[in-house]
């Protein structure tokens, strides 16, 4: 059976109760593990409290940071401070110098875009390309496409058809989350995944983005930042004087 | 030669604060698919109201079996009835109203 992830739920974290009827919701509708963006200076106690809060409603958490960096420096920067403190590293591609840096730097997990009417910088060939070396993955959150209509709707429809066939044609995984920042946002991993058709993604396709592809980065991030790791395929199994 | 069209039933359930009627729904869904895929695609649905729950939170709709996913994308896009807020699950689908009151026999009696 298929284990649904949704690595980008947005709530206040602050917001105990919010985050409580997210997570049972997702729990509800079929999720086994989330991803919580979570603020960089967190503490590790709040962390805790937040993986019971999972723990009781049987969901697996994965701690996930979204950074927006405005320059190089400052995403080179965040990730040697945050790689090892965090699951997941998501990085939102907000200019062209970071977008590239990004897609070509190992350290990074997810590669979001901005929607908007004119974006500047997008999700092209050469960054597929990076990506597609480097093994990072294109996310596509589903909330803006469930909060805008008319043009919007149909320019954020045309610019997601694209990335989706470039992601096809180079090999680069596609993730979809909900990125929901309420309850509201939240539906069932198959209704996610047929909302996918709309940016010709085909059902199978869809699924896979919502649970292999995801799963998948978060069991590959887990092994290496467990203690014994040293590099792929190398683990240290004990240790003589 | 006779071709007899298949269909799809839906179990759908709405997440809202308020109660609403079975014709609202059936409403909001048709505006969904025609937003989405044109009087062309919803021209091909074939959709239709088949029962109002009990409860106003429950309800079963049809559409022809080639329109499913267009049908459950539109559903899955939903966000308003009228000025309020909701969510639509897809409880079950199935390909005659026995089985899938069969499946949600406990949704239903709600």
Same mark, same amino acid.
């Given at each position: 059976m298929r284990k649904f992830v949704d690595l980008h739920l947005k709530p206040s974290w602050r917001d105990l109760e919010q985050v409580k009827s997210m997570v049972n919701k997702s729990a509800e509708l079929g999720f086994r593990m989330v991803g919580l963006a979570l603020? #960089?200076?967190? +503490?590790v106690d709040e962390v805790n409290q937040l993986r019971n809060v999972c723990d009781d409603a049987c969901v697996e958490l994965a701690t996930r940071v979204d950074l927006v960096p405005r320059s190089r420096h400052e995403l080179l920067h965040g990730l040697r401070k945050l790689r090892r403190k965090f699951e997941i590293v998501s990085v939102f591609c907000a200019s062209k110098v970071v977008a590239r840096q990004a897609a070509k730097d190992r350290r990074v997990d997810l590669l979001s875009f901005p929607g908007g009417k004119?974006?500047?910088v997008f999700f092209d060939r050469a960054e597929a390309e990076l990506a597609s070396s480097a093994g990072a993955s294109l996310e596509i959150d589903l909330q803006p496409l469930l909060l805008v209509n008319g043009f919007a709707r149909i320019r954020l429809l045309s610019r997601l058809r694209r990335e989706v066939a470039l992601t096809r044609r180079l090999k680069v995984p596609l993730v979809l989350s909900?990125? +929901?920042? #309420?309850?509201?946002?939240l539906h069932k991993p198959q209704d996610f995944a047929f909302l996918g058709i709309l940016f010709n993604l085909e059902f199978p396709f869809a699924l896979e983005a919502l649970s292999e592809t995801p799963l998948g980065i978060v069991v590959r991030n887990r092994q290496k930042l467990s203690p014994g790791y040293v590099a792929p395929g190398v683990r240290v199994v004990g240790r003589q004087d | 030669m006779s071709h007899r069209v298949k269909r799809r039933y839906l179990a759908v359930e709405v997440d809202g604060n308020e109660p609403f009627r079975g014709e609202e729904l059936r409403d909001v869904v048709w505006r969904a698919i025609t937003q989405l895929f044109g009087e062309y695609g919803a021209s091909q649905s074939g959709l239709a109201l088949i029962q109002n729950g009990k409860q106003k939170s429950y309800c079963i709709l049809r559409c022809s079996r080639e329109a499913l996913p267009m049908v459950r994308a539109s559903i899955a896009s939903i966000t308003e009835i009228g000025e309020q807020s909701v969510t639509i699950h897809v409880l079950r689908v199935s390909g005659t109203l026995k089985a899938l009151r069969r499946k949600t026999a406990s949704a239903e009696s709600k």
């Open positions: 603020p #960089e200076r967190i +503490a004119y974006p500047r909900s990125g +929901a920042t #309420e309850t509201r946002f | -």
